[in-house]
């Protein structure tokens, strides 16, 4: 299978940053589109952004013009890069990947999800 673990998180002044990472590990023969989904406390999981394997990124309209997402496909990473954050942005971050691993007898889809990252943000 494939795991993906994040990096990252922590405690921030609000307009302070933060860069989160999502490494990507296993039998990987391909990763297509990669994102970052937060929940916040009594929330439901939301999506904030994606990015496809060619870099074609979408954004949830809340974070445009302050968060980036970026990958580095030769390392199967995602990164997200977090300014002039906000109480509000306040949330457990999970990544999330989609692709195609090798399972030692069948090339087979996958949908993974990281186990989460807490960002918190004080006013």
């Known amino acids: 299978q494939v795991q993906l673990v994040e990096s990252g998180g922590g405690l921030v002044q609000a307009g302070g940053s933060l860069r989160l990472s999502c490494a990507a590990s296993?039998?990987?023969?391909?990763?297509?589109?990669m994102g970052w989904y937060r929940q916040a406390p009594g929330k439901q999981r939301e999506l904030v952004a994606t990015?496809?394997?060619?870099?074609?990124?979408d954004y949830t309209d809340s974070v445009k013009g302050r968060f980036t997402i970026s990958r580095d496909n030769a390392k199967n990473t995602v990164y997200l890069q977090m300014n002039s954050l906000k109480p509000e942005d306040t949330a457990v971050y999970y990544c999330?990947?989609?692709?195609?691993?090798?399972?030692?007898?069948?090339?087979?889809?996958?949908?993974?999800w990281g186990q989460g990252t807490q960002v918190t943000v004080s006013s």
């Open positions: 990015i496809t394997v060619g870099g074609t990124t």
């Open positions: 999330n990947a989609d692709g195609t691993y090798y399972s030692g007898s069948y090339f087979e889809r996958f949908g993974s």
């Open positions: 296993g039998s990987i023969f391909s990763i297509n589109a």
